[in-house]
């Protein structure tokens, strides 16, 4: 993925505003064999979570198919990280928030959290899109989806955070074991340390599981979001043995 504007995470692609009520995500891309067609949708209205004490923001709720997105640019250099699971545990979750994990239920909220982590054309441009690219996670475009060790925060009874994972990655030259496709975060929840929790989280369930590792991407120049990871336990992985 690409964008991130939590302070623990910087951004890979662009960079959000700073007034903007957005969600921001940390430093994955999906690779997409192919790009879809747009389809039309019908909408209304709903709020979603904001900065504490400012005005909710309207999100435009659609109805319809979708399309995938997360395009690996060819200027960007991205790393695999791994990291073993002999040691993680569940993590304490904060007073007032609850980690479960997702369902196909969640398909219309994650991909309106999606959509606002980015600007338009960098990973989706509408909305219908961004939903769509959500369904094809959960449909396997990008390696069996694993909904037990994709877990999600709420609060306030919104998903305001989500990691999202693979039983194994469908491109060349990926580790064989599970793999993260997508983390990210509200806007008005980030220096919370919701990332952190939820990898961890990922991690436990993993391990509890029979999973020995788990793997990512990440761009290399996007420091803040590798310090995140090695301090979990990840490492650049070199390839096959």
Not at 20 to 42: M, N
Not at 56 to 74: C, I, K, N, T, Y
Not at 102 to 117: K, Q, S
Not at 142 to 150: D, I, L, R, T, V
Request: proline share 8%.
């Amino acid at each position: 993925m690409g964008l991130c504007c939590d302070p623990e995470v910087l951004p890979m692609v662009g960079a959000s505003r700073p007034c903007s009520p957005r969600p921001v995500c940390y430093g994955f891309v999906k690779l997409r064999p192919a790009i879809s067609t747009r389809f039309g949708a019908s909408y209304s209205i709903r709020w979603g979570p904001t900065e504490p004490g400012s005005l909710p923001v309207p999100w435009a709720r659609s109805v319809g198919p979708r399309r995938s997105s997360h395009r690996l640019r060819e200027s960007q250099s991205m790393l695999t990280l791994i990291a073993d699971l002999r040691s993680h545990s569940h993590p304490a979750i904060p007073p007032g928030f609850r980690v479960r994990a997702c369902t196909r239920a969640d398909g219309d909220a994650l991909g309106h959290l999606y959509f606002e982590a980015y600007d338009p054309g960098d990973a989706c441009e509408t909305l219908d899109e961004a939903i769509a690219d959500i369904e094809a996670s959960f449909n396997g475009d990008y390696g069996e989806f694993w909904f037990e060790a994709s877990p999600v925060v709420e609060h306030d009874g919104w998903i305001v955070a989500v990691t999202m994972t693979a039983r194994r990655a469908p491109w060349d030259r990926t580790p064989d074991a599970p793999f993260i496709i997508e983390l990210f975060t509200a806007r008005g929840y980030r220096r919370r340390g919701l990332a952190r929790l939820l990898l961890n989280e990922c991690m436990a369930t993993l391990r509890e599981a029979g999973a020995m590792a788990v793997a990512l991407r990440v761009g290399a120049d996007n420091t803040a979001a590798r310090s995140l990871y090695e301090s979990l336990g990840f490492r650049e992985w070199e390839g096959p043995a």
